[in-house]
């Protein structure tokens, strides 16, 4: 029963599967204890950003293609 575990870094972005779950990680590589902050299951971490995305973009901005002003 040795599950060799999964991780998959993308910057300071960490996600790990723990049996057959994702959970997702913020790496602290800039401090000095190297540690990692935990964010929460990878399906909870979706949902909030898919439903605060359809509510008016990132912090309550509207989303926009184009140099800025226009």
Same mark, same amino acid.
């Given at each position: 029963?040795?599950? !060799? !575990? !999964? @991780?998959? @870094?993308? =910057?300071?972005?960490?996600?790990?599967?723990?049996?057959?779950?994702?959970? %997702?990680?913020?790496?602290?590589?800039?401090? @000095?204890? =190297?540690?990692?902050?935990?964010?929460?299951?990878?399906?909870? %971490? %979706?949902?909030?950003?898919?439903?605060?995305?359809?509510?008016? =973009? %990132?912090?309550?901005?509207?989303?926009?293609?184009?140099?800025? =002003?226009?």
């Amino acid at each position: 029963m040795n599950e !060799k !575990k !999964k @991780t998959y @870094t993308f =910057g300071d972005i960490i996600i790990r599967e723990v049996k057959r779950r994702y959970y %997702v990680y913020l790496s602290r590589e800039s401090s @000095t204890d =190297g540690k990692e902050h935990y964010i929460g299951p990878l399906d909870d %971490v %979706v949902k909030k950003n898919y439903i605060k995305n359809r509510s008016g =973009g %990132v912090w309550g901005l509207i989303p926009h293609s184009g140099p800025a =002003g226009i």
